[in-house]
């Protein structure tokens, strides 16, 4: 119970890697804010956590891309839980669409979800974790994070963005005892991915347990040493080829 009396905020908590975190978490003895949209998800993990592990949990209601939403979710947390020790940036959306037909408030709703919503959820809880001179953020990347291709521009860009916040980030809040850090999953075999592209062999992709593994050793005491950098959580997975998205997209 090496979390027992800390508390957790998992984004994007009701299904795929997030789920699995947030029960993961709660099994090292962690109190957890499940966030999301979906109650109905939410609900389903916080009787999961409190029926097999005892702890606290409680499910918040929030559009992570809006800041008063993400205020909002912070202060029910740290009253209901306590101020937040743990927070998992993970919610996120892909767009798959040729750059020259992508609009504007498409290339706006995936930064506003994939990179401003860390950025927002880091404000409310950084002070806080600076006055306890302890704190552990972890920011969900991609296998894009790295590199470029074609039909997922906004997501991409907002990916490699994660990395350069992260960094910056963790680096900064050294001397405050925060550990920031970021994991950048390949394939992974969630809804998420079965809505976007219908069709897609996922049986050699990563599961959200594997990814959520990874997470949460990094919060653990045991990762102390690590902070300011971004893990690569690839397993055997390659990135879906534009030759199979073209195929499956005009299908």
Known sequence: MELKGKVALVTGGGRGIGRETAILLASHGADVAVCARSKEECDEVVQTITGKYGTKAMTVLCDVGNVEEVKRTVKDVSDHLGKIDILINNAGVMLLKPFVETTIEEWNWVHDINLNAPFYFCKEVVPDM???????????????????????????????????????????????????????????????????????????????????????????????????????????GQPVSVSQTNALLTK
């Open 130 to 236: 600076m006055t306890k001179k302890d704190g552990v953020i972890i920011n969900v990347g991609s296998i894009w994070s790295t590199k470029g291709g074609p039909n997922r521009n906004p997501y991409i860009t907002s990916k490699h963005a994660i990395i350069g916040f992260t960094k910056a980030l963790g680096e900064e809040l050294k001397p405050n005892g925060i550990r920031v850090n970021a994991v950048c999953p390949g394939p992974v075999d969630t809804r998420m991915m079965h809505e976007i592209v219908p069709g897609l062999d996922t049986s050699s992709w990563l599961k959200p347990i594997d990814i959520a593994n990874v997470i949460v050793d990094l919060v653990l005491p045991k990762s102390v040493a690590i902070t300011a950098t971004s893990i690569e959580a690839f397993g055997a």
